[in-house]
């Protein structure tokens, strides 16, 4: 079983940057796909990226496209969300998620049924 655990949230203004780390310990997860999605209150949890095992292939919510990147180290079974140019409608909870299911699969994953292992989460708020 692994265990993930999210960091690096917090309050910023709107503008700000902010790095999201997503650390496994169990088991390594650098042979599978890697998400992050987030949770607003009320409303349901979300993609916001994805990234394969290898980091060849990512994926970006439209929302997010341009201000955000994911990238992993797999040396250090972990991976990590940029965020630049934060919005007050970043807001949100967000949790890291991984694919232990299939390894060394070239696809990333958007759909929250496609994961089976996720963090607690790390909250993150935008102030306008």
């Known amino acids: 079983q692994v265990q993930l655990v999210e960091s690096g949230g917090g309050l910023v203004q709107a503008g700000d940057s902010l790095r999201l780390s997503c650390t496994a310990s169990g088991r390594t997860v650098s042979s599978y796909a890697m998400g992050w999605f987030r949770q607003a209150p009320g409303k349901e949890r979300v993609i916001v990226s994805a990234?394969?095992?290898?980091?060849?292939?990512?994926y970006y919510v439209d929302s997010v496209r341009g201000r955000f990147t994911i990238s992993r180290d797999n040396a250090k079974n972990t991976v990590y969300l940029h965020m630049n140019s934060l919005k007050p409608e970043d807001t949100a909870v967000y949790y890291c998620?991984?694919?232990?299911?299939?390894?060394?699969?070239?696809?990333?994953?958007?759909?929250?049924?496609?994961?089976?292992?996720w963090g607690q989460g790390t909250q993150v708020t935008v102030s306008s």
């Open positions: 998620a991984a694919n232990t299911i299939v390894g060394y699969s070239r696809n990333y994953y958007t759909r929250v049924v496609d994961y089976d292992s």
């Open positions: 990234i394969s095992w290898s980091g060849g292939r990512t």
